[in-house]
């Protein structure tokens, strides 16, 4: 069964930057699509960013196009997500997610593509 552990939120000032890691287990990773998602308070999670396990295609939600850059390793079975520039309304509880195999295409920006998910890591920004 595989597991999904993420880590490096924090609180941060605007302006800032985190990274936060995904480490999966039970399963090679390099086998899955990643994708990272987030929710805020009240609202609906989003997909925020999503790397392909084929090509290694890597889509972006358009709010953090240009910030925000997943990646992923896997010799460490480990997926990455790089936030620079934070904004306030990026403040969520930020989640990974995998499919096994996975669409190479934006659809993985979508929840519902994922079939395993961590149990999320809290960014707060704020000054």
């Known amino acids: 069964q595989l597991q999904l552990v993420e880590s490096g939120g924090g609180l941060v000032q605007p302006g800032g930057s985190l990274r936060l890691s995904c480490v999966a287990s039970?399963?090679?990773?390099?086998?899955?699509?990643i994708g990272w998602f987030r929710q805020a308070p009240g609202k609906e999670r989003e997909g925020v960013s999503y790397?392909?396990?084929?090509?290694?295609?890597?889509y972006y939600a358009d709010s953090v196009q240009g910030r925000f850059t997943i990646s992923r390793d896997n010799a460490k079975n480990t997926a990455y997500l790089q936030m620079n520039s934070l904004k306030p309304w990026d403040t969520a509880a930020y989640y990974c997610?995998?499919?096994?195999?996975?669409?190479?295409?934006?659809?993985?920006?979508?929840?519902?593509?994922?079939?395993?998910w961590g149990t999320g890591t809290l960014v707060t920004v704020s000054s």
């Open positions: 039970g399963a090679a990773l390099e086998h899955y699509a």
């Open positions: 790397i392909s396990s084929k090509s290694g295609s890597t």
């Open positions: 997610a995998t499919v096994l195999g996975g669409p190479d295409s934006d659809y993985g920006l979508h929840p519902y593509a994922m079939d395993y």
